[in-house]
């Protein structure tokens, strides 16, 4: 699996990052890890996910965390974190 994650503010991409995970562990599990690696290396807090995070994530692979999923201020709009190649 690799998940890319991209931080934007006023509709340009300032940041970006790919997390590979071909562990054999749950999407879940993968998705979990991937998020918090790809935190630690933004120096991040991790967001936390609300229902309409899981929601988006659920039906398109793809969510976005804004301000209201961090604890801390962070100097972006959104994070976004779309799955580019799923394992099978």
């Known amino acids: 699996m690799r998940i890319w994650f991209r931080q934007f503010k006023d509709n340009h991409m300032l940041r970006d990052l790919t997390v590979s995970d071909h562990d054999q562990d749950t999407r879940t599990h993968k998705v979990v890890r991937a998020l918090e690696k790809a935190c630690g290396e933004m120096d991040l807090s991790v967001p936390i996910w609300l229902d309409i995070n899981v929601n988006d994530f659920k039906r398109n692979a793809k969510c976005r965390f804004g301000q209201d999923s961090f604890i801390e201020p962070v100097g972006f ?9 799923e394992d099978y």
Do not use: A, C, K, P
């Open 77 to 85: 709009d959104y994070l976004e974190m779309q799955v580019i190649e």
